[in-house]
């Protein structure tokens, strides 16, 4: 059994930074892609980034330039550093990991979640 526990959520002004935190416990592998998806009150859920084993990475329009995603292998973890943060980044916030290694942007193709973080950014 996968499970993913993300820590670093919080509250801060706009302008600020927050970096998430997912560890990863259980059957995976280090070659697994794994991401972030947000879901805002009254929104769908979307994606945010992923990132592939060997370190490619990719980024919704949205937050490309002020976050950055990666992975420390030896330790399970992926981070997520969010910087320039604005209003509209508020939202649950949700570690994945999906079982191939080729990145997706669809939350569909994602075999596991976690809990959640709330990220509230205030004006």
């Known amino acids: 059994q996968v499970q993913l526990l993300e820590s670093g959520g919080g509250l801060v002004q706009a302008g600020g930074s927050l970096r998430l935190s997912c560890t990863v416990s259980?059957?995976?592998?280090?070659?697994?892609?794994m991401g972030w998806f947000r879901q805002a009150p009254g929104k769908e859920r979307e994606f945010v980034a992923v990132?592939?084993?060997?370190?490619?990475?990719s980024y919704a329009d949205s937050v490309k330039g002020r976050f950055t995603i990666s992975r420390d292998n030896a330790e399970n973890t992926m981070y997520l550093q969010m910087n320039s943060l604005k209003p509209e980044d508020t939202a649950v916030y949700y570690c994945?990991?999906?079982?191939?290694?080729?990145?997706?942007?669809?939350?569909?193709?994602?075999?596991?979640w976690g809990q959640g973080t709330q990220v509230t950014v205030s004006s």
């Open positions: 259980g059957r995976t592998s280090s070659s697994s892609a």
């Open positions: 994945v990991v999906r079982s191939r290694w080729y990145l997706s942007t669809s939350a569909k193709d994602y075999d596991y």
């Open positions: 990132i592939i084993g060997i370190g490619g990475s």
